[in-house]
Structure formats: structure tokens, C-alpha cells
């Protein structure tokens, strides 16, 4: 018997959704950040044994926003629900432990579209590793079991790979029966040239200490695997919103932007297995938050 399903990961942003997708495909295929929202598109990670096949959608987070940015955002990790077999949630524990406040707020937004999905809920109760006194979770895993009465409990750490075994036990009891869809070395439904452009956009994250990430969006213009045998050769553009930014991005006498793209291409390199050419430019487009063609054309609308 072989099982295929479709799992959303869905959950407040920095819950670490994409730290658990990463954990169970063994490498990097979302991009992780302290900072909230770094998820924009949805993306897919595709885990392959012997007997199942799961396809994790990895979600924007989801919280109450405004613009049209962020309701594509959220429209993305809705059609993730609509489009599974199986939700798992996550929560951050260690950060509803020390302030319960905030939970109701957090999660309020996803409780409804959840409930009625009339699918199977598991809710992961993430970052345990950092909670100290255990017992303070009790009125966390209360709480959320009273917003989601049918759900199933499982502790991890996405991080430390704790629990993780445990909740992929579960998610496969509730994935049906079907082949698999995808060849068992795929590990993403993206195409390379998109998770390119997310590694891109991480780099930029981590070298930059302002909150930057929200306007700044990475589109590859030039993906040439034919000019050269033993090289692909990559151009990107690194787009903000604002003008002030780009001098930031680009660093002192481009120090800052020669950093992102030496570890971007290392990157790209072992994710294509062959040598990469990189080159970035940056590009001032203000406004291009709420801009619907821009938008889609970054692949953040339908
Ligand atoms: P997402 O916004 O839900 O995709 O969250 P990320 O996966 O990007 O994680 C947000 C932050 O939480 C990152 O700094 C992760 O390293 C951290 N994180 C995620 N899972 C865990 C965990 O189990 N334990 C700890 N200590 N940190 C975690
Ligand atoms: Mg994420």
C-alpha cells in the first residue's frame, strides 16, 4: 500500500513552518528567518520513502494585514488549505508560555478557516526546547484545544528534529491511499529558477539588520544553462520599494551586495549541483507593494 497527500503547514508567522519543512526534507528548501513573513509564495517540499509520498505546502504566515501584498499573502496560505489533505498548525509554545495574550490574538485568524476545512488537524506545538518550565504549557495546549476541539496534539522541535518522527506518524495515518507524483529525487514542485531567487532573498535578509525584507522582492532575469557546458549562468535583480534602501543593499563600495551574492551562489551551486555565475542588481520600484502586474509577475498574485 502507497500513500500520496498533500499536507499545508500553516500557523503564525516565525512559528517555524518552514524550519519543520526543512527538518523532514533534510536540507534547505524554504527560507528560515528570525524575522517574521519571510515566506511570501507557497512552497513545496516533497518528502519520498519507501511507502508514501507528502507534498508539505509551506504557507506564508497568517495574521491580520492589510494591503494588496498581504492579501495575496494570506490568499496563498488559504488555497494551501483548500488544496490538502491533511492541515498541521503550529504554534510557537515557547512564546505563548511566557505571554498567553498574545495566543487568542495570533490565532484567532486561522481558527475558522481551519475548523471548516472538514480536514484532519494536527496541531504541532513547536520550539518546546525552549521552554524551560514545562508546566507552563499546560494552559497553552489547553487553550488551543478548546479552538480546535477536533485536533490532535504532538510537542516538537522543529528545530532539534524532536517529536518530529511522532507527527509525521500521524500525518501519514491521515494521508489516503495513491501513487506517487513526483520522481523521488524532486524535492520541490518550484522550479530551481524560483528557489534561486529565494536564496537570493534570504541573503539579503541576513546581511541587512532594518526591515527591509517586507519591500524588497528577487526576480531572476537571465537563466542561461545553454551558453556555457559546465556553468549556468544567473542574473537577478533585488527590487525595493524605496530609494534610501538600495544604497544599504549595495553596502560600501558594494561590499554588501558582493556578500549576498557569494553565499547566494554557493548556494544555487549545490542546489543545481554545477558551478554558477551570479550576478545582482538593484533596483529602485516604489510603490510595487500594491502594484497587481508586479505582483504576478513576482509570482505573489494569481
Ligand atoms: P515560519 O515563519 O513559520 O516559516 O518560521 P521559520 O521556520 O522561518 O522560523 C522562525 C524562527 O524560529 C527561526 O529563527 C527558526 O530558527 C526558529 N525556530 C523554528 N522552529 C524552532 C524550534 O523548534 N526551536 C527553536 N528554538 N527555534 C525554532
Ligand atoms: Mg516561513
Not at 517529536?163 to 506518524?169: A, F, I, M, R, V
Request: aromatic share 6%; with cysteine; glycine share 6%.
Amino acid at each position: 500500500m502507497h500513500k500520496f497527500g498533500m499536507v499545508a503547514l500553516i500557523g503564525p508567522p516565525n512559528a517555524g513552518k518552514s524550519t519543520l519543512m526543512n527538518q523532514y526534507l533534510g536540507q534547505k528548501v524554504a527560507i528560515v528567518s528570525p524575522r517574521p513573513q519571510t515566506t511570501r509564495n507557497r512552497i513545496s517540499g516533497i518528502l519520498t520513502n519507501d511507502d508514501a509520498q507528502i507534498v508539505f505546502l509551506d504557507t506564508p504566515g497568517i495574521h491580520q494585514l492589510r494591503g494588496k501584498m498581504n492579501r495575496f499573502l494570506l490568499e496563498s496560505a488559504w488555497n494551501a488549505l483548500a488544496g490538502s489533505d491533511v492541515v498541521v498548525v503550529l504554534l510557537d509554545a515557547a512564546l505563548y508560555a511566557a505571554k498567553p495574550h498574545l495566543m487568542d490574538k495570533e490565532l484567532k485568524p486561522l481558527v475558522k478557516p481551519v475548523n471548516e476545512s472538514g480536514r484532519p488537524v494536527l496541531i504541532a506545538v513547536n520550539k518546546v526546547d525552549r521552554v524551560k518550565d514545562k508546566p507552563t504549557m499546560l494552559p497553552v495546549m489547553a487553550r488551543a484545544s478548546e479552538l480546535w476541539p477536533e485536533a490532535e496534539f504532538v510537542p516538537i522541535s522543529a528545530l532539534r528534529g524532536q517529536g518530529t518522527d511522532e507527527l509525521l506518524s500521524r500525518v501519514l495515518e491521515k494521508v489516503p491511499e495513491g501513487p506517487p507524483m513526483f520522481p523521488e529525487d524532486q524535492i520541490s514542485t518550484a522550479p530551481v529558477r524560483f528557489m534561486a531567487a529565494e536564496i537570493i532573498r534570504e541573503k539579503l535578509f541576513y546581511s541587512l539588520r532594518q526591515e527591509l525584507p517586507y519591500t524588497t522582492a528577487v526576480e531572476i532575469e537571465v537563466w542561461d544553462e545553454e551558453s556555457r557546458k559546465d556553468m549556468v549562468l544567473v542574473n537577478a535583480v533585488i527590487y525595493t520599494a524605496q530609494k534610501n534602501h538600495k544604497g544599504m543593499i549595495i553596502g560600501k563600495q558594494g561590499s554588501n551586495l558582493k556578500k549576498i551574492g557569494t553565499e547566494a551562489r554557493k548556494e544555487i551551486a549545490e542546489l543545481l549541483d554545477c558551478k554558477v555565475h551570479l550576478e545582482l542588481w538593484v533596483k529602485v520600484r516604489s510603490g510595487w507593494t500594491e502594484d497587481p502586474g508586479f505582483l504576478r509577475a513576482m509570482g505573489l498574485g494569481e
